[in-house]
């Protein structure tokens, strides 16, 4: 459905206008949306903690054992009382945020570039962002006509004589990005140790505090354009940008949830009148959702400031629209009716959370797999982060001493709030870190990475299926050449679009990878390490792209292997001439 353009303009930015004056009213409506989330999630801000002794559980978060819907509301909220201000590259911080504080409070503020300077700014009352939308201005631009849309992405302009430079060059700016894998090799061949390898490249790459704020900033600013038409919804990032494994410059996911007025949870008088809503029907909840998709998609397109390169993708199995947002620079994937996928997030966040091992391992394998093209960014036959993820997970679970507990454990653990069924598949499982007890597994960060590329360089793939329910594997019930179970749709294979070549590929480096790390040249530091010669050395050496071209998973056609001594010789004749450039 598409609206008329000069009609849809008027519409929306009535109604955006309308939305600000309707604040206090609207954050009675959004208390209630988060009373329904909890209860269709079952989780509660206030999730019972037992006291029961003998804990071991490891939480290696800032955010400490607060549950994934905790931590998840507190950052929304935030969210709400923040804008996204582009700013002359110059900008004087101080008088910047003296100009700014005239309308309240500011409880946070960083700068970033991307396509030019910003600055995110959390105001401590949502009532600051009134005063400044009233002293906002819609700009006037003579030759082109603008749409009166007022959003939170705002621009600094300065009309003389205030000086915003004041000399100094410019404000420190967080990154945003990661840094090139070259680098990363350098840094990393300077540590002493793999285990300390592992640490540094997790620290590297993992989300800042910063970028997470962004993400959820990004999601606020979508939440008011969905809302000319679904006033009390809401948009929640999911995938890599909150289970505790994204990476800087991963993508955004973001997931447009309309439960809280779906009036499913509404109570109906058994006796007596009542009221109810005339709505149109659609063909299927499929149908619904792509309908929504394509009028929001449609208003982000044409109204959504920052917003370029908008797809609607209808068709996919999971409706979506996707662009890029450039003041943040995410690439952007904004789905709808998608819970099972934020049950997924939830329990990746949870198994990160209990053991620091498990978020090393994992950043470290991702990188590994990016590094030898085993995963991608374009969609293909490919194995993606997500499965990859899974299969990291099953193989702590499957160490003789089990780093991380099976879901149906988790499952026993979890109490009546926790208790949550979508679409018929049962998502229980505790949200209280405090109620796991973890066991006493010692091995350090080397061994694991050391076993994990053999335990998966002998898997039998060709009979078995990857399952972190059970925490076992099982015979196939499918031909796929790799097949991972979905932890919450237990009939489907997160793995399906995974063809023969690539798992072979995905195997044969594991095998490379294993047998190098028990070479003494790759896993201890050079000798030239002292002298600043800081050649590729343990998990460093396995990123190389020569590793790769050693096992033969580059190429299309099958070689010939050599003796394992022909490798090892040209793998380090391949490593010391390789020129690290910084
Ligand atoms: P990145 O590659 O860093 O973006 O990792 P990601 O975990 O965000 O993956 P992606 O953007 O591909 O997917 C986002 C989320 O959707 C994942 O974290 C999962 O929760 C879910 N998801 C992705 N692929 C599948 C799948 O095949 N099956 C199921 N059930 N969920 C999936
Ligand atoms: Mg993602």
């Not at 789905?335 to 966040?349: H, I």
């Not at 507990?405 to 949200?431: M, Q, R």
């Not at 050391?450 to 076992?472: C, D, H, L, P, V």
Request: proline residues 4%; hydrophobic residues 35%.
């Amino acid at each position: 459905m598409r609206f008329h353009g000069s009609l849809s303009a008027a519409m929306a930015s009535s109604i955006a206008v309308c939305r600000l004056h309707l604040r206090g009213s609207l954050s009675k409506c959004f208390k209630k949306v988060d009373s329904c989330f909890q209860r269709e999630f079952g989780t509660s801000t206030a999730a019972t903690k037992t006291d029961a002794p003998n804990k071991k559980y490891t939480i290696d978060s800032k955010d400490g054992n607060k549950s994934f819907y905790t931590v998840q509301e507190e950052k929304m909220e935030q969210a709400e009382r923040s804008v996204l201000i582009s700013c002359p590259a110059k900008t004087n911080e101080k008088k910047f945020l003296s100009y700014l504080s005239r309308h309240g409070d500011i409880n946070k503020c960083f700068f970033y570039e991307s396509y030019g300077t910003y600055a995110v700014v959390e105001f401590s009352n949502k009532e600051s962002l009134t005063s400044l939308h009233e002293g906002t201005a819609i700009p006037s631009i003579n030759h082109e006509a603008t749409v009166p849309f007022k959003s939170r992405l705002l621009s600094l302009r300065n009309a003389g004589p205030v000086d915003m430079s004041n000399g100094q060059s410019a404000p420190p700016c967080q990154p945003q990005t990661t840094i090139h894998i070259n680098d990363l090799i350098q840094r990393l061949s300077k540590e002493a140790s793999i285990d300390q390898q592992l640490s540094s490249l997790t620290e590297t790459y993992q989300l800042t505090e910063e970028n997470v704020c962004l993400r959820f900033l990004v999601c606020s600013l979508l939440k008011d354009i969905a809302a000319a038409y679904f006033p009390e919804c809401t948009i929640r990032p999911f995938g890599s940008s909150v289970n505790g494994f994204g990476k800087l410059g991963c993508d955004l996911d973001m997931f447009l949830d309309l439960d809280g007025i779906s009036g499913r949870n509404l109570k109906r008088p058994k006796a007596g009148l009542s009221l109810e809503y005339q709505t149109k029907r659609s063909a299927s909840e499929r149908a619904g959702t792509q309908s929504i998709l394509s009028v929001i998609g449609e208003c982000v397109d044409q109204f959504g400031p920052g917003c370029v390169g908008v797809q609607k993708i209808l068709q996919a199995r999971c409706p979506l629209v996707r662009f890029a947002h450039q003041p943040s620079g995410f690439q952007c994937d904004l789905t709808a009716n998608n819970r099972v996928a934020m049950k997924s997030s939830e329990l990746l966040y949870l198994y990160g959370g209990l053991d620091r091992r498990v978020r090393c391992l994992v950043f470290s394998v991702r990188c590994w797999a990016r590094a030898h093209s085993i995963t991608s960014s374009i969609p293909g036959a490919w194995i993606s982060n997500f499965s990859l993820t899974v299969m990291v997970l099953f193989f702590l679970q499957r160490r003789t001493i089990p780093i991380l507990p099976t879901l149906d454990h988790l499952k026993e653990l979890a109490g009546p709030l926790d208790k949550s069924v979508i679409e018929g598949n049962d998502c229980t499982f505790v949200s209280d870190f405090t109620k796991i007890r973890l066991q006493d597994n010692t091995e350090t960060l080397e061994q694991l990475l050391q076993e994990f590329f053999e335990f998966y360089g002998t898997f039998a793939f060709n009979r078995m299926s990857i399952n972190i329910r059970k925490g076992r594997e099982q015979n196939k019930p499918e031909m796929s050449p790799l097949h991972i179970q979905n932890p919450f749709e237990p009939a489907l294979n997160v793995s399906k679009n995974v063809n023969g070549t690539q798992l072979e590929r995905f195997v044969a480096l594991c095998r490379e990878s294993a047998w190098m790390l028990q070479q003494r040249e790759f896993n201890v530091p050079h000798s030239g390490s002292a002298t600043g010669n800081n050649a590729p050395w343990g998990l460093a050496a396995l990123l190389m792209p020569s590793v790769s071209q050693v096992a033969g998973v580059k190429g299309r056609k099958k070689r010939k292997r050599e003796p394992a001594s022909e490798r090892i010789k040209g793998l380090l004749e391949s490593l010391k001439n390789s020129e690290v450039k910084s």
